[in-house]
């Protein structure tokens, strides 16, 4: 794991601050953290070696615009991701205008922010630390009411079909739920759907992520303190569990949880009892337990690094929730319902995905699943340009068995943004050549120029090719940057 990647967390928000370092920290980054604009520029002055920034955009005095605006005032690129809870589509542009490498609303889910922080970190000599799971950097949320029970994502699948159907037969039972599945796959959705289709669905919808902090840490958050237990513990604090009581608990990326907390855990699944840290008297709570992982955790029972006793007590009902490479027939359904939700979020944006991007879709891999799918869909939706992403889902691959939606006959022709028209079937050899030869430069050149926050000088040294020449191929490849006034105002 990298330990030498330094990432700069500007927020004028104590909480999300230490949140944010902590979880960063975890992952192995290495993390600087400023509480203003002001303070975030002396920091980059005296520290130039920052390979990232994450930023707040609203902040007394010197807020994330101006940051922007005086960082590109400086030599060097470094990726900027902005984080805020503002929602307008204008805002969004403004900053990607001045040199935002992404944007995240707030709330947001730690996996979403591993995926754009890592793409905005991209090297090739560099293997950056992966964050694991989904935490919400955002307060104790909510009830989810009954009626949010009804916004589930769409599906047409038989796999996606099944899962639903078991969360319908056991959501309204108070027997724990194991969801199994990949990284983005959605078992978050998933858990949310249960707490909403379930009796308890007006009481708390707690979440939480065991591999996100430290044993001591974890167990003050789901145990909570007395006054006094540990430095630092100045007041009472009640844990999760109690916040929880009468609804439903997510324990997210169970099997990382320490060995020893497990025990607890277990205790309070068979007695609905616990002690808080320091406390001499038990606290009852009656509260649904749904658990997540994406291990193995019959080979971590076989390493000694998870209980026996407490994966029997949590299996009690498995739910398996597929990869997106194995149920492809769901893009076109979840690309609609990802384009209206961000639509609503940013008061416009792009209306419909270009065929050309929903045809690369159904080509994809998906290795970070939904999660993937539905941050590439948020982007197209704000910036309105396909060719940041074909950009990212790389080389042109067969489609699979799974036809794009709506498709009659044989799969149709892949080919990229701004491009001409697919090719006759008796089109000359020669020119069938120049074309493929085309859409493969403009790949590499889409890939380069991301790698390199769209700073031209170093794309053409990345491929070995002159800034002159480097600026005839955008053109002749009908390249457009992402960051263009014109092209944002469409």
Known sequence: MDRNCTVLVVDDDDDVRTSLSEFLTSGGYRVRSAAGGAEALELLQSEPAVDGVLLDLVMPRVDGFEVLRRMRERPGQVPVVVLSALSDAEDVVKAMKLGASDYLPKPFDIGELDLVLRRALERPERRLPTITGSVQIAPVEPPIGVGEASALPP????????????????????????????????????????????????????????AALPGELLESELFGHEKGAFTGAHAEKPGKFEIAHMGTIFLDEIGEMDFRLQAKLLQVLQDEEFYRVGGKRPVRVDARVVVATNR???????????????????????????????????????????????????????????????????????????????????????????????????????????????????????????????????????????????????????????????????????????????????????????????????
């Open 296 to 490: 193995n955790l019959e080979s971590a029972i076989a390493s000694g690094t998870f209980r026996e006793d407490l994966f029997y007590r949590l299996n009690v009902v498995t739910i398996l929730v597929p990869p997106l490479r194995e149920h492809k027939e769901d893009i076109g359904p979840l690309v609609r319902f990802f384009v209206e939700k961000y639509r609503a979020r940013y008061k416009g944006g792009l209306e419909q995905i270009p065929p050309e991007v929903m045809e690369r879709f159904h080509t994809h891999d998906w290795p970070g699943n939904v999660r993937e799918l539905e941050n590439l869909v948020r982007r197209l939706v704000v910036l309105r340009d396909p060719a940041m992403v074909l950009g990212e889902l790389g080389p042109v691959r067969a489609l699979s068995s799974v036809p794009v939606e709506g498709a009659a006959g044989p799969p149709p022709t892949v080919k990229p943004a701004g491009l001409h028209a697919a090719l006759p079937e008796d089109a000359p050899l020669k020119e069938v050549g120049r074309r493929a030869a085309q859409v493969a430069e403009r790949e590499a050149i889409l890939r380069a120029l991301m790698r390199t926050g769209w700073n031209k000088r170093k794309a053409a040294l990345r491929l070995q090719i002159s800034y002159k020449a480097l600026l005839y191929k955008i053109k002749d490849c009908q390249i457009i940057d992402p960051r263009n006034a014109a092209m944002l105002k469409d």
């Open 155 to 210: 599906t047409l699948s038989t796999a996606m079909q099944r899962v639903w159907d078991l969360v319908r037969r056991t959501a309204d039972t108070d027997v724990p739920l194991l969801l199994i599945g990949e990284s983005g796959v959605g078992k978050d959705v998933v858990a949310r759907h249960i707490h909403a289709s379930s009796h308890r669905a007006t009481k708390n919808f707690v979440k939480i992520n065991c």
